[in-house]
C-alpha cells in the first residue's frame, strides 16, 4: 500500500502521483498545518478558500472511492508522522511540489516525488531553453510555446496572421455605463465552508468569504464555462483599465483555481481554442488570454524555479521603506486610487493585474518599499497567492528589484498614467498635474522623484533616458524632493 500526500495546491486527480494511483490499493494524505495556518495574519478569504478546497478535494475523493487520511497537525512533518505511525505505508509519493520550501520539506521528509504535469512546461524543459538564450524575453518564450503547443496556430503561422494583439488590448475604461462585462457566479457557502469560517484564526484580515471563489471541481468548471460563454469575447481590449464602478471587466478571475489545481491550464487554453475554432471568440480577445497562461503564467514560473531561491532576495534598488499603513488599512487614505484598490483586496482578496503593477505595485516601487515586505504582504492578501507566481512577479516585474533581469524597465508612473487608464482622478482630493505643493499628486511627486534618485541607473536604458533627461532638467527638482520627502513621511505615518 502506497501513500500519496496532496498539498493543498495540487487539488487534481489527474496529475502527477495521484494519476498514478489506484483507490482500490493506496491511500491519500492531506494535511492542514497549524504552524502554516497560524503563521501570518492570513486575508479571512485566502485562507477560506485554501482550507476549504483542500477539505472539498478530500470529500470528493471520498465519495469517488478514495480512503483518505485529513490530518490536522502542529506541522507537516508531524502529521507525516503520524500518518505513518498509524498507516505503515510501503512507501510515501507525491507530485512535484510548487516551491523551493515544499521541495526542501518532502526531500527532509524522504517523500519520494513523481513529475508534475500540473503545468504546460516541464521545468527542465524552461531551463533548457534559457540556457540558449542570452536574454529571457517573454514574447520569445511565449512563441515558442504556441509552436510547441499548437494554440492558435494555422499550420506553422499563427492563426489570424499575428503573434500578438497586445496593441488592440490596451483601451482606456468606457466613459460611461452600462458596463458590458456580467457579473461571475456565487456559490452558496455549505457546511464545510462555514466549519472554516467558525474557525478561522482572530487575527484573519479582510472581509468574510462570500462565495466568489469556487472552492469545489464542479465550481471551478462552472467558473471556466462562464468565462469562455459569456466574457472570453470581450476578454482584451480593457484588459488594463481600471473602474471604480467594476471590479471584475473581462478578466477570467481563474487565477486561484489554476493555482490550486482545480483548473488544469491545459483544460481551459483547449476551451478558448474550441470557442475560438467555432467563431465565437475574436482572435485578439482568444490570443490575448492564451498568452497570460501559456506565456506570463508557465514564463514566470519557468523563472521561479531558475533562480529561486536567491531571487526572493534580491534589491538592487536598495529599497527599504517598511510597507506602508495604506497597505493594511483603506479607511483612512485620500488617494482615491489606493482606496479603491486596498478597498478591494480588503472585500474580495483580489484585483486583476493593472491595480497590482501600475497602483499598488507602483507606489511600493517609487517609495522605494521594502520588496521583501511587500511580497509578504500580497502572499498573504490575495486569494491567488502562490510563491511561483508572487515572487517573479513582485520582485521583478514590479519592483524591479532584480536590477532588470525578468523586466527591461521599471513600471513607474504618475497620476497621467492612473487617470489615463482608471476613472480615480476626477474625484481625488489631489491634483494628478501637479508634482509639488499640498495638493500634488503623491504618485506624480514620486514618480519624478523615483528618476532622479535613480537618474544614474536608469539614464543609459533605451526604454527610460528620455523621462529620466526631462526629470533632469526640471526647473523646480528641488521643490519636487522636497515634496516628495514630506509624503513619503506622511506614508510611514498613514497620514496619505
Ligand atoms: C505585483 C503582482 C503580483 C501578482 N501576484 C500574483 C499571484 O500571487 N498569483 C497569481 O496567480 N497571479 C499574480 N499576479 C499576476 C496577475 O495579476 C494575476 O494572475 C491576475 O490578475 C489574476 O486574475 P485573472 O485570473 O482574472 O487573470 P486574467 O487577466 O483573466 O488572465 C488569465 C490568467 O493568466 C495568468 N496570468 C496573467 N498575468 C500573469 C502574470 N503576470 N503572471 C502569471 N500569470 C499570469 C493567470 O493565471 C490568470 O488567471 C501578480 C501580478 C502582479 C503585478
Ligand atoms: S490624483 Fe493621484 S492619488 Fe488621486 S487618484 Fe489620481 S493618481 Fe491617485
Known amino acids: 500500500m502506497a501513500t500519496v500526500w496532496v498539498l493543498g495546491d495540487q487539488l487534481n486527480v489527474a496529475i502527477g502521483a495521484l494519476a498514478a494511483a489506484d483507490p482500490s490499493r493506496d491511500t491519500v494524505l492531506m494535511v492542514e498545518s497549524a504552524r502554516k495556518i497560524g503563521s501570518r495574519p492570513w486575508h479571512r478569504q485566502r485562507l477560506h478558500f ?94 515558442r510555446q504556441r509552436v510547441r503547443l499548437g494554440y492558435l496556430m494555422d499550420g506553422e503561422a499563427p492563426a489570424g496572421g499575428q503573434w500578438n494583439y497586445d496593441h488592440e ?22 457546511a464545510i465552508d462555514a466549519e ?8 484573519s484580515t479582510g472581509e468574510a468569504p462570500t462565495g466568489t471563489w469556487a472552492v469545489t471541481r464542479a465550481q471551478a468548471l462552472e467558473r471556466l464555462d462562464h468565462f469562455v460563454s459569456n466574457v472570453l469575447p470581450m476578454f482584451g481590449p480593457h484588459e488594463d483599465a481600471m473602474l471604480a464602478g467594476n471590479w471584475h471587466l473581462a478578466h477570467s478571475m481563474l487565477s486561484p483555481c489554476l493555482n490550486s489545481g482545480l483548473l488544469l491550464p491545459g483544460e481551459v487554453c483547449d476551451a478558448v481554442q474550441r470557442a475560438f475554432d467555432a467563431g465565437r471568440v475574436p482572435i485578439a480577445s482568444a490570443e490575448g488570454f492564451i498568452r497570460q497562461v501559456i506565456g506570463w503564467r508557465e ?19 536598495g529599497a527599504t521603506r517598511p510597507l506602508p499603513p495604506v497597505f493594511r488599512d483603506s479607511s483612512r487614505t485620500e488617494m482615491a486610487c489606493m482606496k479603491w484598490c486596498v478597498g478591494e483586496v480588503e472585500s474580495r482578496a483580489w484585483t486583476h493585474h493593472i ?16 520588496p521583501g515586505e511587500m511580497t509578504e504582504w500580497m502572499w498573504e492578501s490575495f486569494v491567488d497567492g502562490a510563491e511561483w507566481v508572487m515572487v517573479p512577479n513582485v520582485v521583478g516585474m514590479s519592483l524591479h528589484a532584480d536590477g532588470g533581469r525578468m523586466a527591461t524597465k ?64 526640471l526647473s523646480d527638482a528641488d521643490a519636487v524632493r522636497q515634496r516628495a520627502a514630506d509624503v513619503l513621511q506622511m506614508l510611514d505615518s498613514g497620514r496619505l
Open 169 to 190: 488590448n490596451r483601451e482606456p475604461p468606457p466613459k460611461k455605463g452600462p458596463w458590458p462585462w456580467p457579473a461571475p457566479p456565487v456559490s452558496a457557502l455549505d
Open 50 to 143: 485554501y482550507l476549504s478546497s483542500m477539505r472539498h478535494f478530500a470529500a470528493d475523493l471520498r465519495a469517488a472511492g478514495w480512503r483518505v487520511d485529513y490530518r490536522h497537525a502542529p506541522t507537516m512533518g508531524a502529521g507525516l508522522a503520524a500518518h505513518i505511525a498509524e498507516h505503515s505505508p510501503d512507501r510515501v509519493v507525491a507530485t512535484e511540489p510548487n516551491s523551493v520550501a515544499a521541495r526542501a520539506m518532502f526531500q527532509r521528509l524522504g517523500v519520494e516525488t513523481v513529475a508534475s504535469d500540473q503545468f504546460l512546461t516541464p521545468i527542465a524543459d524552461f531551463a533548457a531553453w534559457a540556457a540558449t538564450r542570452k536574454q529571457l524575453k517573454m514574447e520569445d518564450f511565449y512563441r
Open 196 to 203: 472554516v469560517i467558525a474557525a478561522l484564526p482572530a487575527d
Open 355 to 370: 491595480p497590482r503593477l501600475m497602483v499598488m505595485g507602483n507606489l511600493a516601487l517609487i517609495a522605494g518599499v521594502d
Open 410 to 473: 521599471p513600471y513607474a508612473a504618475g497620476g497621467a498614467y492612473i487617470d489615463r487608464m482608471g476613472d480615480f482622478c476626477k474625484g481625488c482630493r489631489y491634483d494628478r498635474k501637479a508634482r509639488t505643493g499640498d495638493d500634488a499628486c503623491p504618485f506624480t511627486t514620486l514618480y519624478w522623484d523615483f528618476l532622479l534618485r535613480h537618474s544614474e541607473r536608469f539614464v543609459r536604458n533605451p526604454r527610460m533616458g528620455t523621462q529620466v533627461r526631462a526629470a533632469q532638467k
Open 299 to 317: 514564463y514566470v514560473r519557468g523563472l521561479y524555479w531558475l533562480w529561486m531561491p536567491e531571487y526572493a532576495h534580491l534589491n538592487e534598488l
